[in-house]
């Protein structure tokens, strides 16, 4: 049977699933100096988060006997895909368990942003009762542009739609009988995303294409009053990739008041400096890459990331392998 290391953890029945199957699993962090060292060389699979970088050294590194990867997750811009296809490694990952758990993020986040919720709870612990300073705005007759309209961000539309939220999006992969079919906009041009809507939340991958897409010009487009006249400001929240957004353009747009507010999970450096100018800033708040942690998701992502990379070990046909194009 195979060898397994699981180098970022995962959930105990996941780690005992691959054990009752005869495997033999390794559950331990290694550096990167042994990663390039090598150390996989000994390994038919490896299981990782996002803290193990899979690079072109280190897959080059890694000898022949490496057939599989399964990123514990959706996000896989730590594995350097097109090197693993070439040395015939698949890359599994597992983009459904934590949809739930980002989506219920997400929304915590946009209800924060726009009813004052961590300014008001720092303010309380300064010994203030700053009432009328917090006055915030409903969510209701506003609009809600999405970037990106997979599952995690239909999910969230839904849930707006709900509230009373006017829904927009961009996705230039997307069918648009997709968005049409949930009540939702499709915008051809991501400007006309921004110029249409007060708040914007990003649900799409980091890519080239992607990198710094949210930036000072369309920042500085988005309207300030709501599709109800009311004066909501304009205000980001990112719980998908970090270096989406140009970190930059936020500051200096929440300085100018350009930006009402921006909350994000992700970063662009991660983990982030803790004397990073957003951390500093009044209008924004943030959380460590949390998306996926919740008791749920940890449970689901570690099962399914094992059968997916047991499919693979055993020879079975497998939908979530994420570098095909590359074998």
Not at 29 to 52: E, F, N, P, Q
Not at 161 to 181: R, T
Request: with cysteine; proline share 3%; glycine share 10%.
């Amino acid at each position: 049977m195979a060898r397994i290391a699981v180098t970022d953890g995962m959930d105990e029945k996941a780690v005992q699933r691959l054990e009752k199957a005869g495997h033999e699993v390794v559950v331990d962090h290694i550096s990167a100096k042994d990663l390039l060292g090598g150390a996989l060389k000994s390994y038919d699979a490896i299981i990782v988060r996002s803290a193990t970088k899979l690079t072109e050294d280190v897959l080059n590194a890694s000898g022949d006997r490496l057939k599989v990867i399964g990123r514990a997750g959706v996000g896989v811009d730590n594995i350097d895909l097109d090197v693993a296809g070439r040395s015939g490694i698949r890359v599994v990952n597992a983009p459904r368990a934590s949809t739930q758990s980002v989506v219920e993020l997400t929304l915590g986040h946009l209800l924060a942003s726009i009813r004052h919720l961590p300014r008001s709870d720092r303010s309380l612990r300064q010994g203030k009762w700053e009432k009328k300073a917090m006055k915030g705005s409903e969510l209701a007759g506003k609009a809600l542009g999405l970037i990106g309209f997979g599952r995690i961000a239909q999910s969230v539309g839904r849930i707006a739609q709900a509230i009373g939220m006017e829904v927009h999006a961009y996705d230039p992969y997307l069918p648009p009988k997709i968005a049409k079919s949930q009540g939702t906009r499709l915008h051809k041009k991501i400007d006309s995303l921004f110029s249409n809507c007060t708040h914007i939340s990003i649900h799409c991958n980091l890519t080239e294409e992607t990198h710094h897409l949210v930036n000072a010009r369309r920042l500085a487009s988005m309207p300030h009053i709501g599709k109800d006249g009311s004066r909501c400001g304009s205000h980001i929240i990112n719980c998908a990739r970090g270096g989406i957004v140009d970190e930059e353009a936020v500051i200096a747009a929440l300085s100018s008041g350009v930006l009402t507010s921006a909350a994000l999970d992700v970063f662009e450096h991660e983990p982030v400096d803790p004397k990073h100018p957003l951390l500093q800033m009044e209008h924004f708040h943030g959380t460590p890459h949390i998306g996926a942690s919740t008791v749920e998701a940890q449970a689901r992502v570690g099962l399914d990331i094992v059968t997916n990379v047991m499919d693979v070990l055993s020879g079975r046909p497998c939908e979530f392998v994420v570098n095909g194009q590359h074998l």
